[in-house]
């Protein structure tokens, strides 16, 4: 999902009759009350006419459009319109019965068509453009004013991850560009409760000890809200893979595992799900009934803005209305692995010496026991008077 901030513009005052201008929203009267002009996005007379004006600011295109009645009302036809780039014009679109003229470009089209050099910061991106009529020339005079419409997009810094596997050091860590921005989200397995320090290869952890998993926006730190939409194990180091064992640990960024836990980063940054920059959770180790013995996570994140709380933060059981209507977020994918299980072997020797000893020691009383009947009878023998004839 791509959010944007909008600002437009024009430069076209239009007649407007000053006994006519009593709503500020519409009609924007001078300071000596003489004269008045239509606020954007209006025309007419009185102003009373809506232009529809809409820009659009998506991942693959920008654009601004405005009812065709709005430009012949200006005098402006839809071939007098273009952007900076006199070869970008602005064309005819028939929108639910509604004809616009419409401006139309793709992000590979912005420079080349006259857009303003990217502004960039920290956190967001803008894209400014303008869309310009030419003049209406009479002989040697223009008498119609020219339109102008500014209008600039600002992208936030949201970004869609993707991990290729394996990853070294052991973690999951990717830096994807996006609208010329990089953000980068790592995911880790620590030792202990502490989280100081993490494993650096492939972990082997036994059967029902805790699991502690951090996902944490590494640049910029300290600035979105990351939440974990989805965890999972799999058998196989593909997220979708459809052979092998499949168990979900967080659905919809709620607990689906009774042994998950999310904890806290410090006293003073929670670890809990969409509510700071880092996410940590832990739960009990466990292993698929068929082999291999060893398992893959895989997550799915979301990046919020740091006022967008209320959003990111998940509902779990109950859902808010703001929740239900909430359009799907663009995720990104993080996958850790292999995590080896650590199969004890005691229980398995134990049978076997349990079995084995006893075995051993029947056979040897049994050898001792004939032995003993043999020098018994060979005795008895010796001992024997010799018998007479």
Known sequence: MVLLLLFSKHYVDGA?????????????????ARSCKCAVGFYDDLCDKDAQMKIACTKDYISVRAVEDFFTYHKVPADSLHLPNKSCRAHKEVIDDVTFYVAKITKDQYLPCGGKPLEKNFTHISYSLSLLSDPQVFGNIIRDPIIKL?????????????????????????????DELDATIQMMLFTDETYLSAFTSAPTIELRDKVYVELTVTEPADFFLLRVNECWATQTPEPNATEGSYHSLLLNGCVNDPTVSFLNVTVDQSGFNGQSSSVRYSFEMFRFTSEPNELYLHC????CEPDD????????????????????????????GPIKIEMKEQLKSSVLTTVVVPVATVWTVGFFLVLFI?????????????TRR
């Open 16 to 32: 407007c009759r000053v006994e006519g201008c009593t709503d500020p929203s519409r009609c924007l009267l001078s300071k000596d």
């Open 150 to 178: 500014e209008f600039t997009c600002v992208y936030p810094y949201i970004r869609r991850v993707s991990l290729p596997f394996p990853v070294v050091p052991f973690s999951s860590e990717t830096v994807m560009r996006v």
């Open 300 to 303: 799915t994140v979301q990046l």
């Open 309 to 336: 709380l209320l959003s990111c933060t998940p509902v779990c059981h109950t859902i808010s209305k703001r929740e239900a209507v909430r359009p799907n977020p663009a995720l990104g994918l993080l996958s850790y």
């Open 374 to 386: 043999i020098v018994v009878k060979a005795g008895t023998r010796r001992l024997a008077p010799p």
